[in-house]
């Protein structure tokens, strides 16, 4: 996914990643309405209110190319909610979102996979929801088998493979290119230890070239070893941000509270 | 302008995706079957078989080359019901992936007509043994058949992407439009000839239903050796692009809240 924003281009160049006044807006019907007979006693009734829900309030914050910034917070304050507005899987309410290059979004590894499909063809239907054609999935199908260490397993249906070596075939497809922005959302959770140390060294690589990072992680030590920044969201707005160690400090001490 | 060109653009970027969904299905409806790809032309000769028993002893029709006339008005019909009833489900299908990861979602309402289509071509397979077992005469404007394909296909992504931004919010559209569907092939002259309709119902159909434009431009060609009407094919690209423009307006329009009830 590549979004240019020319307008603005020589102000913002050095940013990646512009987060502007953004506001996400849940419609949280007191129920979920999904059928019609509901929808219209409920329009008769006049009840067909929507209690608002706003799960990222206001938000502002500007990450430089090649920065990497953890974010952090407790369940439910937003993290993932900000992650997906600037993935573009949400759109904003309010504000607006400005991404500089392109983005290689680890929410959920392997999200496009399909369980009766063997690995060798997930890689090539996961390449293609990333947008990687079949050249170059080709170009790239041994390196990312080398990557997951799968190569025994590659013509079996995928339903069959344990959730961890879902997840490494996930990782190797989704940072096969080195993207300019890499989004990670707990992802590297699932893996053994070894395949974390790997995942970890990858993303180092990336960040020595120039990869711009946005981790989120409920563990401090490990968003301390790999950000330089912080961001720490509380019930959808920024609390505080800044150098890691103040920002995860502060955040300690509130939650011993 | 501008906007237009860059949905373009993102289309183009996403065609791969296209291309492996469809294989996608198409790999996975045979695998594990034994017979796999042989039963998309099996399937619509033995349903093809089953319904000229019943119309031939059951309830007589004059019509000549029964059989011909019988596949060809099955096949685009099962076209568009099998491509909407996959297109209906194919943004709540895929809640998962679209929230995890951006992809423009039209793409897999495409997608599901699209392996529709692959599935008619498999079945053209089987109307050719039909054509070829009740003698029909091959003739140069059977070259016209893509063109025919192509208005049912348009027509059916238009459908398709309505249906699929209804469902989203309402899942009761699936009972209504299986109850739709069955009506619409009452209504279709599949397996009767519509001149025993009486004539108010014959007007409304000819006007009002589009598979009979289809139908008709395809039986014409095939039964008669005539090159069809070009006022039905007129009619038959209009509504398909009305449909295809209506689908898109609704779907763009609504899209950006699907996220909220998947």
Redesign the interface.
């Known amino acids: 996914m590549k979004k240019k924003n020319d307008k603005n281009w020589n102000n913002n160049n050095e940013y990646a990643v512009i987060v502007d006044h953004a506001t996400v807006r849940f419609n949280m019907a007191s129920e979920r309405i999904d059928n019609l007979k509901e929808y219209f006693i409920k329009l008769i009734k006049r009840e067909l209110m929507f209690k608002e829900f706003l799960a990222v309030k206001d938000m502002s914050f500007k990450v430089r190319k090649g920065e990497a910034w953890g974010i952090i917070g407790t369940n439910g304050s937003g993290k993932s909610t900000l992650l997906k507005l600037i993935c573009g899987i949400l759109k904003p309410f309010e504000g607006q979102v400005t991404i500089n290059g392109s983005i290689a979004p680890l929410i959920e590894l392997g999200a496009g996979f399909d369980g009766d499909l063997t690995a060798r063809e997930n890689i090539f239907l996961n390449g293609a929801v990333l947008g990687y054609n079949k050249q170059f999935m080709q170009n790239h199908f041994e390196e990312i088998v080398e990557f997951a260490e799968l190569q025994d397993f590659l013509d079996m249906p995928l339903k069959n493979y344990s959730s961890g070596m879902a997840a490494r075939l996930g990782f190797a497809i989704a940072t096969i290119v080195r993207p300019d922005i890499l989004i990670c959302d707990e992802v590297l959770a699932v893996g053994d230890y070894a395949f974390q140390l790997k995942c970890q060294k990858r993303m180092n690589e990336m960040r020595k070239h120039g990869t711009t990072l946005l981790f989120v992680s409920h563990s401090i030590d490990s968003v301390k070893e790999v950000c330089d920044y912080a961001l720490w969201i509380e019930k959808g707005t920024a609390k505080m941000s800044g150098k890691v160690d103040e920002v995860c400090d502060a955040y300690m001490k509130y939650l011993q509270n | 302008m501008n906007n237009f060109i860059k949905r373009l653009e993102a289309f183009q970027?996403?065609k791969?995706?296209l291309?492996?969904?469809v294989m996608?299905d198409v790999?996975?409806k045979y695998?594990r079957s034994f017979l796999g790809y042989v039963w998309s032309i099996l399937n619509p000769l033995m349903i093809m078989i089953i319904m000229v028993l019943v119309f031939e002893s059951m309830f007589r029709f004059d019509i000549a080359n029964y059989p011909v006339y019988l596949i060809i008005g099955q096949t685009v019909f099962n076209f568009v019901s099998e491509a909407t009833n996959q297109a209906m489900w194919s943004i709540t299908g895929n809640a998962?992936?679209?929230?995890?990861?951006?992809?423009p979602k039209y793409i897999f309402t495409i997608s599901k007509v699209t392996s529709s289509l692959v599935n008619t071509l498999f079945a053209l397979g089987a109307m050719l043994i039909v054509f070829v077992v009740c003698h029909v005469r091959f003739n140069w404007y059977m070259l016209f058949i893509p063109v025919i394909l192509l208005q049912v296909y348009i027509f059916s992504v238009g459908l398709g992407l309505l249906l699929a931004q209804g469902t989203v919010?309402?899942?009761?559209i699936q009972y209504i439009y299986g109850a739709f569907l069955t009506a619409w092939m009452y209504l279709t002259p599949m397996f009767y000839p519509i001149n025993q309709l009486p004539f108010q119902l014959m007007w409304a159909i000819k006007h009002f239903n589009p598979l009979y434009s289809y139908i008709t431009q395809f039986r014409t060609i095939v039964l008669e050796g005539l090159f069809p009407d070009t006022r039905l094919i007129i009619y038959g690209f209009v509504v398909a692009f009305a449909s295809l423009l209506i689908g898109t307006w609704v779907f763009m329009k609504n899209q950006?809240r699907f996220?909220?009830?998947i």
């Open positions: 970027h996403y791969p995706l291309q492996q969904l996608k790999k996975l695998r998962a992936l679209l929230k995890k990861t951006y992809v919010f309402f899942r009761d950006d996220i909220l009830y």
